[in-house]
């Protein structure tokens, strides 16, 4: 019966989580298509309830079942709801940050909210190893890897190349592929299951679904910039996800290098012109973002090697 509880309260978890995640990009477009009405608007309702009951149901779950795992798993989360007062004290020390300044995004009770939550997710994959039912399994896994690369594109949004901010110009690309292509090794070698990466991706891109169609209410003050053609996006990480799931036995250097080409090439090489003609590029930072995204996926696959390989590692290996 405890095995049976404990399969259906990481069932609930994950559902939780993920619904979080999503309901903060929610919130997200809410506030530039809608602007700041309330704190009782549709999007903060569904955060902050499955937030709450995912943090209830943890705690019930630690002094139920006891262990590291959930013990663990329970204070992460509990760093999730402490970031508020956290946030509301920087902004009593420093005040509010304005829109074009990139602690908006990098403040410390942001960056709190965003690792807390991805290390609980993190935990809850190693908790789901233990569901009997092979398919709730494989599907779990993927919401929460679609989940945790949502939460680390966000602290991103500084050095992406056609963002609000670009610090570092179309170099940052190379970052951001890094993660992606690091990501996808990550699913392939948890999951060891056909079809784990694409549908990953498939559900992220879900998860993103409101952040791809960005309208703004008049007088809402955002930072500016222009917005990648949505189909663009959603080939640019569907395309390099096929390819890694086609080409298993290649060597992963290469796979890195060509899947991270495949990503930079689609969303940089052809994006230029769908932009408003303020926001528009040259080919040479198009060349940039995808030289430095190829080199950064080979580096990738070249340490994924090394993981795997080096003798030292090979117990954390085994266990993935």
């Known amino acids: ?52 009951a995912a943090v209830l149901i943890a705690l019930y779950a630690w002094r139920m079942f006891g262990g590291r795992q959930w013990r663990n798993f329970t204070l992460l989360l509990l760093l999730v709801p402490l970031s508020a007062p956290i946030d509301d004290a ?13 602690v908006i995004i990098w403040s410390p009770p942001h960056l709190l909210l965003v690792f807390a939550l991805a290390a609980a997710c993190v935990y809850l994959l190693n908790l789901l190893r233990n569901e009997t039912d092979v398919h709730i399994r494989w599907l779990g896994s993927c919401l929460l890897f679609a989940t945790i690369f949502s939460l680390l594109l966000f602290p991103t949004i500084p050095i992406q190349p056609c963002g609000a901010f670009q610090l570092l110009g179309f170099y940052g690309a190379g970052i951001i592929a890094a993660i992606f292509i690091g990501h996808m090794f990550f699913i392939e070698r948890f999951l060891k299951q056909p079809g784990s990466i694409l549908l990953s991706f498939f559900i992220f891109l879900v998860i993103h679904a409101t952040l791809l169609t960005r309208r703004f209410a008049p007088g809402v003050l955002i930072a500016k910039n222009d917005v990648q053609p949505e189909w663009l996006i959603i080939f640019a990480f569907l395309v390099p996800a096929l390819f890694m799931e086609l080409t298993p036995k290649l060597s992963a250097w290469l796979r890195g290098g060509i899947a991270a080409g495949l990503w930079a090439g689609i969303l940089y090489g052809f994006s230029s012109p769908f932009l408003l003609p303020e926001f528009q590029y040259s080919n040479g930072d198009a060349l940039t973002a995808i030289a430095t995204s190829i080199g950064a996926g080979l580096v990738i696959g070249l340490i994924y090697i090394s993981i795997i390989n080096f003798p030292k590692l090979k117990t954390i290996n085994q266990k993935l």
């Open 90 to 102: 920087w902004h009593r020390m420093f005040g509010l940050e304005a829109v074009n300044d990139p």
């Open 1 to 52: 019966m405890s095995s049976r509880q404990e399969s259906t309260i990481t069932r609930i978890l994950v559902g939780l989580l993920f619904t979080a995640v999503l309901a903060g990009n929610w919130d997200v477009w809410w506030h530039g298509a809608v602007g700041r009405d309330s704190f009782w608007e549709p999007p903060h309702i569904l955060l902050y309830s499955s937030v709450t």
